[in-house]
């Protein structure tokens, strides 16, 4: 199992520099403030989650509409005034991912084969999986991947359908970024 995931890692790599070049292309001008790397409880499903100021910012707006007659007004207006967000730290909500015929499709398939072929062995190294995860990261920030003003950029792991999402979240978060950005993220809450 050891030799899967270190060469998950690499494959995990290689798979965000491909991915990577789409997605900037297509945010163009606007300004990255968020990078996640997603999975599921079963950690069979892998994505890559951008979302700039901008994209964070239309998105805001279409919840104000949304719910303008169900919340206060004065959350609203908060939203509005972009005092604050709704979306900000929810990659299901975020402008850009990999997409359907993206090279970490083609991880997910590798994690879900390698889960059908012995669940309770996989289930045993969910550590593991974060671990090549998490190193995977760490390796493509420190290469600038994601765009010239990385330093700025909050990065961290996250997961679609888990209860420990905050603790994932948080503790790759400390592992990702500079204490600055981590204890920023920290307050994302509250």
């Known amino acids: 199992m050891?030799?899967?995931?270190?060469?998950?890692?690499?494959?995990?790599?290689?798979?965000?520099?491909?991915?990577?070049?789409?997605?900037?292309?297509?945010?163009?001008?606007e300004e990255i403030y968020a990078v996640a790397l997603?999975?599921?409880s079963d950690c069979v499903t892998l994505y890559l989650a951008i979302n700039t100021y901008e994209y964070m910012k239309k998105r805001d707006e279409e919840y104000a509409k949304m719910f303008e007659d169900k919340w206060p007004e004065q959350q609203i207006r908060s939203i509005r005034e972009g005092a604050i967000s709704p979306t900000k730290w929810i990659p299901a909500d975020w402008g850009y991912s990999d997409g359907k015929e993206s090279e970490l499709n083609h991880i997910s398939t590798l994690l879900f084969a390698k889960e059908e072929s012995n669940p309770k062995e996989y289930a045993r190294h969910k550590d593991l999986f974060f671990e090549t995860l998490t190193s995977a990261f760490k390796h493509l920030i420190d290469a600038n991947?994601?765009?010239?003003?990385?330093?700025?950029?909050?990065?961290?792991?996250?997961?679609?359908?888990?209860?420990?999402?905050?603790?994932?979240?948080?503790?790759?978060?400390?592992?990702?970024?500079?204490?600055?950005?981590?204890?920023?993220?920290?307050?994302r809450h509250g």
């Open 2 to 29: 050891k030799k899967f995931f270190k060469n998950l890692g690499v494959q995990i790599q290689q798979a965000v520099k491909k991915d990577i070049k789409n997605i900037l292309n297509d945010i163009g001008e």
């Open 145 to 187: 991947v994601f765009g010239n003003h990385s330093e700025g950029i909050t990065y961290f792991i996250s997961m679609s359908d888990d209860e420990g999402i905050y603790e994932i979240e948080n503790y790759s978060a400390k592992l990702l970024n500079t204490e600055k950005v981590y204890a920023d993220f920290l307050k």
């Open 38 to 40: 997603v999975t599921d």
